[in-house]
Each structure stands twice: as structure tokens, then as C-alpha cells.
């Protein structure tokens, strides 16, 4: 069975992501903060009959890195990394004059940093695999100046352009740093808590991220609009 590390995986896009790799048959090492809360959604991942590791810690951590990869070994290797963690760097989110440089060193921290870190750690076995594939969640607030969206666009579009030279650096791996779109997730409504519109469900974005992994197209950025497009 191909095997999947997905961190920030205890809700929105990495819960529904996981959720459905585990109904194709996917193995899954599955990472975020929240122990009870990763408990439960790997349990649910787990109901389709896969092997599913549940891993709490911090992807800034280290060792945490160290344990989400080695649990994937453990299950025979490493297809596929996603690396959804992300924070805000304040909450809600402020403007760039009032933007608290600590959130915005943990931004960069956990968006970007740690994200580099686990997939330096995860390359050994990203690439013996045959189809190596690094996915990068990305944001539109990488690529467009929305007020207020300063401090997270700038460490997205730092992750954008890691996935872009990953993806030059290591030609044998598939590199999509991926922009699902506005959705119904709690950091959405951290960033932006007075704004009550609805918005899609995480799980309404995951066809275009299984169209990727369907099709194979060539390294590079994507968005969910292109991604849903006859899928």
C-alpha cells in the first residue's frame, strides 16, 4: 500500500484529506498538536480499513519531524508528504503596521521552516519511492495583497518558492504547492472572525488534490478552481 504523511491532520483539508486517501487504500502516519483531537480523526481515517498512525507533537519540533517520518518507514516507506501545519501569526489576523513580529517569526517558523525541515528529513524515503510527491499547502494570499493577509501571505509565498526549487533540486519527485482555496476551517475563522459567510467544506476541495495524484501534470503550483475543473 502507498503511504502518506500528513501533518496539521486532526481537522479541515488534512482530516478530509486523510480521510479520503484512506478510502483508496492508503497507509497513513498522521501528525498535529492536539492528541485527543488527531485520536479521534485517524480513528475515523482508520474505519476504511487502513493502517493509520496517529503522532502528536509540533511540526517545529525536531523530533517530531523525526517521529512522523520514521512511522512512515515503519509502514514500508513514504509516497506522499503534505505539509498543511500552518499558523496565522496573529489572530485575528492585523495589519502590517500592527503585526506582531513574534507571530510573524512563528509563522515563518512553522510554515516554512519546519515544512523544509520535514521534507529534508523525509527525502531518503520520498525518494525510493516511485512516485515521490511533496505537496505544499498554499494559500491565495501568497500571490494577491489582501489587507491584513500580510504576515501568513509572505510565509506561503516562502513555501511557494521552496516547492519551486524542490521541485528543480529533485527531478525525480512530483513538488505541487497547492492553493485550496477560501474554506470552512477554524483558522479561517481565527484569521477573519467576524466574517459569517459560508464557505465550502474542506472535503469539497480534496477531488482536485486526488485528480493530482491521479494525472501525475509536472511540478508546479496549482490552484483549487483548475484543480475541480472536470474532475
Not at 517520518?69 to 496565522?88: K, P, R, Y
Not at 492553493?179 to 474542506?202: F, I, K, Q, S, W
Request: net charge negative; hydrophobic share 50%; aromatic share 4%.
Amino acid at each position: 500500500m502507498p503511504v502518506a504523511v500528513i501533518t496539521g491532520a486532526s481537522k479541515g483539508l488534512g482530516r478530509a484529506l486523510a480521510a479520503a486517501l484512506a478510502g483508496r487504500g492508503w497507509d497513513l502516519v498522521m501528525g498535529a498538536r492536539t492528541a485527543d483531537v488527531l485520536r479521534r480523526s485517524a480513528e475515523y481515517a482508520a474505519g476504511h480499513g487502513t493502517r493509520v498512525v496517529a503522532v502528536p507533537g509540533d511540526v517545529a519540533d525536531p523530533a517530531h519531524r523525526a517521529a512522523l517520518v520514521a512511522a512512515a518507514g515503519e509502514l514500508g516507506g513514504l509516497d506522499l508528504l503534505v505539509s498543511n501545519a500552518s499558523v496565522l501569526g496573529a489572530e485575528p489576523l492585523v495589519r502590517l503596521d500592527a503585526q506582531p513580529l513574534a507571530g510573524l517569526r512563528e509563522a515563518l517558523e512553522v510554515n516554512v521552516v519546519a515544512a523544509l525541515g520535514l521534507v529534508q528529513e523525509a527525502l531518503p524515503l520520498l525518494r525510493g519511492s516511485a512516485a515521490g510527491t511533496v505537496v505544499a499547502i498554499s494559500s491565495e494570499a501568497a500571490a494577491e495583497p489582501f489587507e491584513t493577509w500580510g504576515g501568513y501571505g509572505a510565509s506561503k509565498a516562502a513555501l511557494d518558492h521552496l516547492a519551486a526549487v524542490l521541485a528543480v533540486e529533485e527531478p525525480g519527485l512530483r513538488v505541487w504547492a497547492v492553493d485550496p482555496g477560501d474554506m470552512d476551517t477554524d483558522l479561517y475563522a481565527a484569521a477573519v472572525p467576524e466574517d459569517g459567510h459560508g464557505r465550502p467544506a474542506p472535503e469539497s476541495v480534496v477531488p482536485g488534490f486526488l485528480r493530482l495524484l491521479d494525472e501525475r501534470p509536472p511540478s508546479g503550483r496549482y490552484t483549487a478552481p483548475a484543480l475541480l475543473d472536470s474532475v
